[in-house]
C-alpha cells in the first residue's frame, strides 16, 4: 500500500466505494450529537452508522454495507458464543483545523487484523476491505469526528464466528463489523502518571497461546488480575511471562517502555505473547530519529525493581492508541512497591506523548508519511 499518496483523499473514496450506503433515517439530532461529542461517554455511545460484511465458506466476502447502527441478529448456537472465535482492532479519526479527517497507519490494524485471524482461525481481510470499511464508516459519519484536541472518533472493526454451529472446528460463517464511538482525553484534568499492579498469578497468554493476536479471550483472561490490581489501588495490571514469571511483558492492552539513566531504552521484544502495538512501533521509529538506542529484549522484573530502587530507571511508560502515552509512577506486586524517580511524568515520556499527538493532529511534521486522509 506505501505506493500510494495517503494525502490524496481518492484514494480511500475509492477504497470506501465497494460499500453501500444505507444512511439512518432517524439520526441522533444535531444538539444531542454536539453534546455526545462534547462530553463523550466513551464505549457507551456510538455514531449513527456502522458497517458489516459477510464471509461464507466457498464464495468469500460479499454484503458490503454501511447502515443505521443497530442491533445484530445473531443465532444462540453461534460458534463465538461458545467457542469465542473473535478478534478486533482500535484506531481513531483525526479531524484538522481545517476539517481534514485522518487515520493514523490503518495499513499497519489491517494487517495485525490478519495476523489475529489467522490464528484464531478466521478468514483473511484484505488491507483494501479493512481500510475501505473504516473510511466508508467515517466519511458516512464524519460529522461524529471531534474537532477538540485530543478528541476523536475512536473505530473498532472486528469479525466472528457467526455460523449457527455447535461443532469445534473453523467457521463457515463469519460477520466483520465497524462501529465507532466518540472518544474524549484519556486524561481529563491533565497526564496523571498511574500505579501498575504487577500480577504473578493470573497470566493473559502463554507460549504458543494467543498474546499476539487481538482477540477477545485475552481480555476476558486479564480480568481477574485486572481486579486484584483494582484491589491493590492500582489503576492497571502489568503481566509477567507465564513460564518462567521473570520477565516483564506489558500491560492488559498497552505496551511498555523504560528510559535508563544513561540514555537507551527498552521494550520487551516481541516473542509471541506481547501485542505488536503499532504505538510501540511508531515509537521506536521516533525514538531511534533522536538518536536514541531503543532495545527490544527481554526484561527481567528484579533487575527493573533494583535499577528503580538504585536511581538507573528514570522513566517508565505505557502506550497504545486510547491512551497514546502514559507515565507509570509505581511498580506494586505482592512482594515489592517501587516509585519510579521521584514518580512524577518524565520529560521523554511527554515529549513522546506530544510528539506523536502532533504527527496524529497534523502540527508535527509526518516524516514517516503515517497519516492517511479520508476526506
Ligand atoms: C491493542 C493493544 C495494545 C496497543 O496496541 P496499539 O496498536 O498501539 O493500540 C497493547 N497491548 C494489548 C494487549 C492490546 O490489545
Redesign the pocket.
Known sequence: MNVYNHHDPELLTRLASNFDVEPNLHPVSDAERENMIDKPAFGQVFSDSMVTMRWRDGSGWSDRQVKPFGSLNISPAAAVLHYAQEIFE??KAYKRQDGSIWLFRPD??AE?FQDSAQRLSLPNLSVEDFIGSVAALVRQDAQWVPSRREYTLYLRPFMYASEAFLGVRSPKQVDYCVIASPSGPYFTGGVKPVSIWVEDRWF?TGPGGTGYA?CGG??AASLVAGNRGTDHDCEQVCFVDAASKTYLE??????MFVVHRDGHIETPCLTGT???????RSLIELLNDRGLKVCEMMIRMDDLVNDIRSGDVTEIFA????AIVTPIKRLKSSNFDVTVATGEAGTLTMQLREQLLGIQLGEVDDSHNWMWRVM
Open positions: 482500535g484506531l499497519a490494524n495485525r493473559r487481538k485475552n481480555y506489558e500491560l492488559g492492552g498497552m505496551n506481547i501485542l505488536p502495538g503499532v504505538t510501540r502506550c497504545g492508541t486510547a
